[in-house]
């Protein structure tokens, strides 16, 4: 079988597809948490006792319209999903890409099935979990699609470049602080969306219904007696669980660590703010020092600035998540943006853990074996 | 095993209920004519509980949800006039509807739900009514479907170690009745529909008798409740959702228990 890693367009574009496909899935699984309707069809795999693909338009009334239509776009890409292994295994050459394919695939099926348990056995915690695979799945299939495009396979590697060249700045864009700095901030945006999915899948409404102050302060109250007023105060309109404490202080810790994130992007796009442009007569002038700081600093650079713009874009929509009582259309905006932002930082460590094209390693393979830059701290 | 009563035991392999036996038969007799006259007895010395509840405070704003019901035009088309979620019923004088008022625990009491008739709760309207109901345990609760739009039924217990299972069942426009029973006591047992997620109602299961849910006036009736000393509850899902208590004293006369339930907050 002849297998190549490059000169696959169909297929990155297929993946492309898969991807997007599959950040319309998280949307339309967000619109059925946010408006409460997940149990609107109490069967599965079958719909109101009709094979899923048979099932009358004209019953989609209500919430079922969303968790009908959420479990048709789920098959739909659970069939992109099959193929895109498929195609990976016959084409590539990438003996760790075309298993990441059947990584996908499984996880695809798990997903399903998570979903079908979470209606069938009433359990919030699969809500959770398969809100959470979700999540890591939409950014394995970006991954993916960024593995079978031409950039990657032809770029050359980052940590080869910066072995080759002295230039001091590209050193300092690609030094194992930035390193480490964009992976903890990827695994804490991470643990960022379990806390957001644990909170919706509770399926208990705001627990804190103001921003910035949380029941009027600073760090609100979480005494019984509070807890009660809170409780008789809000007119929740889905039949929400009576909030507790605990869910008051998950939503304080998802606010503290929104901050923490900002701080966290904001810090890293300081750090690559003039890498990859030609800053300078000096810096043009030394020979592959240029090449390295654009080949190197400017797609980290563009990322970093992207994933700032959306994390400001997530706390707003945070914010106005609260300020809206929870409306569905802004509450998915809110999961998506999260998503987004990801999947932003998952590339961000691709960009940095990367390994040259003709290293048949994986990228994960490589974070075991980046030494840090000599002479850079952040 | 067979049933006996007590001190009878359970070591005998003749049948208690021997026909043959006149003795045991002569036994029988008496026992159900002791059981009969205390029971009587019980009767004679009972009373009714009545009050009324009334409430302080700001209640909880009215939840419009118009613009909910129109998502199913079939629901949106069953209303003329804007439709609200009224979390506080608050009538004249402050008169509270759709509070829980029960005893807190009857010595020696046991459900009657499984000869009680059942509690009956309609999809009206894309609404349940009633909002708020009393069963009790092994009481069958009877729901229907009086809308022309499908609906799902979720009772969504939490005192699932008791025994409640949550359950979740399709019901179609006039299809049959579906029925639920649970064999745990649990407050504010929620019912809600999915498909019209707007749409919840709460149901207080008791494990005895001895539980009202006030009307409109605030007022409330407790029947029958043995002479004695006890602690009665009065719960409101927004204004004492874990009960405000008093106690009382039951004599054949009766007795008679206002509540006052302050929204917590208020001054």
Redesign the interface.
């Known amino acids: 079988m002849n297998r190549s890693s490059v000169n696959h367009i169909w297929l990155h574009r297929f993946a492309v597809f898969t991807a997007l496909a599959t950040l319309a899935l998280l949307a339309v699984g967000g619109v059925v948490t946010s408006k409460g309707v997940g149990m609107a069809v109490p069967d599965w795999p079958n719909t109101y006792g009709y094979n899923m693909f048979l099932f009358p338009p004209s019953k989609w009334v209500g919430g079922i319209f969303y968790e009908h239509t959420h479990r048709l776009v789920a098959s739909g890409v659970g069939l992109l999903t099959t193929i895109l292994a498929v195609w990976l295994w016959i084409v590539e050459s990438r003996r760790w890409l075309r298993w990441l394919g059947v990584i996908a695939f499984f996880a695809v099926v798990l997903q399903g099935v998570l979903g079908g348990l979470r209606v069938v056995l009433f359990k919030d915690e699969i809500g959770i979990f398969h809100a959470t695979l979700a999540q890591l799945f939409f950014a394995l299939v970006c991954a993916m699609a960024v593995f079978t495009s031409r950039r990657w396979t032809e770029r050359r590697a980052p940590s080869r470049l910066v072995s080759e060249n002295t230039n001091h700045r590209a050193e300092a864009v690609l030094g194992a602080p930035v390193r480490r700095l964009v992976l903890a901030t990827t695994v804490l945006i991470f643990l960022q969306l379990v806390l957001g999915a644990t909170m919706r899948h509770q399926h208990a409404g705001l627990a804190i219904s103001d921003f910035p102050l949380a029941h009027g302060k600073l760090w609100p109250a979480t005494d019984a007696a509070s807890v009660a007023r809170y409780n008789s105060n809000r007119a929740e309109v889905t039949g929400a669980n009576p909030i507790t404490s605990v869910q008051i202080v998950l939503q304080m810790a998802h606010r503290l660590m929104a901050l923490v994130i900002l701080v966290c992007v904001s810090v890293l796009a300081w750090r690559v703010r003039s890498s990859g442009a030609p800053s300078n007569a000096s810096a043009r002038s030394k020979n592959g020092s240029q090449r390295a700081e654009t080949v190197l600093g400017a797609p980290l650079r563009r990322l970093a600035f992207g994933w700032l713009a959306l994390i400001f874009t997530q706390i707003a929509l945070g914010a106005w998540t609260i300020w809206s009582n929870k409306a569905a259309d802004v509450a998915t905006a809110h999961v998506l943006v999260g998503a987004l932002s990801l999947v932003t930082g998952v590339l961000g460590c691709l960009i940095c853990f990367r390994r040259s094209p003709q290293d048949e390693r994986s990228p994960v393979a490589a974070f075991s074996e980046t030494a840090p830059v000599h002479g850079v701290s952040v | 095993m067979q049933y006996c009563p007590a001190g009878a035991g359970l070591i005998s392999s003749r049948p208690f209920f021997d026909p043959k036996n006149k003795k045991n038969m002569k036994l029988n007799q008496t026992l159900a004519l002791v059981a009969g006259f205390a029971a009587a007895l019980q009767l004679a010395t009972a009373g009714n509980i009545t009050g009324k509840v009334t409430l302080k405070g700001t209640p ?4 419009d ?1 118009s613009d ?1 019901m129109k ?5 949106g088309k069953l209303h003329t006039e804007p439709v609200k ?1 009224r ?1 506080c019923i608050v009538g004249e004088g402050g008169a509270l509807a759709d509070t829980v008022v029960m005893l807190k625990s009857v010595p020696g009491a046991k459900s009657t739900g499984a000869s009680a008739a059942p509690l009956v709760m309609d999809q009206k309207g894309c609404e349940y009514v009633p909002y708020v109901a009393v069963a009790q345990t092994g009481q069958k609760i009877v729901v229907k479907n009086s809308d022309p ?2 609906h ?1 039924v ?1 009772p ?1 217990p939490v005192n699932t170690t008791g025994g409640n299972k ?1 359950d ?3 019901q179609a426009s006039g299809a049959a009745d579906l029925t639920f029973e649970f064999p745990a006591a649990e407050n504010f047992l ?1 019912f ?1 529909c ?7 109602a709460y149901i207080t299961v008791t494990d005895h008798p001895y539980v009202a849910v006030t009307g409109k006036d605030g007022t409330f009736t407790i029947k029958d409740v043995p002479a004695g000393k006890y602690t009665l509850v009065a719960m409101h899902r ?2 004492a ?2 009960g405000v208590e008093k106690e009382i004293e039951v004599t054949a006369a009766g007795a008679k228990a206002d509540f006052e339930l302050t ?3 208020a001054k």
Do not use: Q
């Open positions: 909880t704003p009215d939840r949800i909910d998502t199913d035009s079939n629901c979620i979390y739009t499908l799902n979720h969504s949550e979740n069942k399709a929620k809600v999915n498909v019209h997620p707007w749409m919840f927004k204004a959702a874990t929204m917590p907050g």
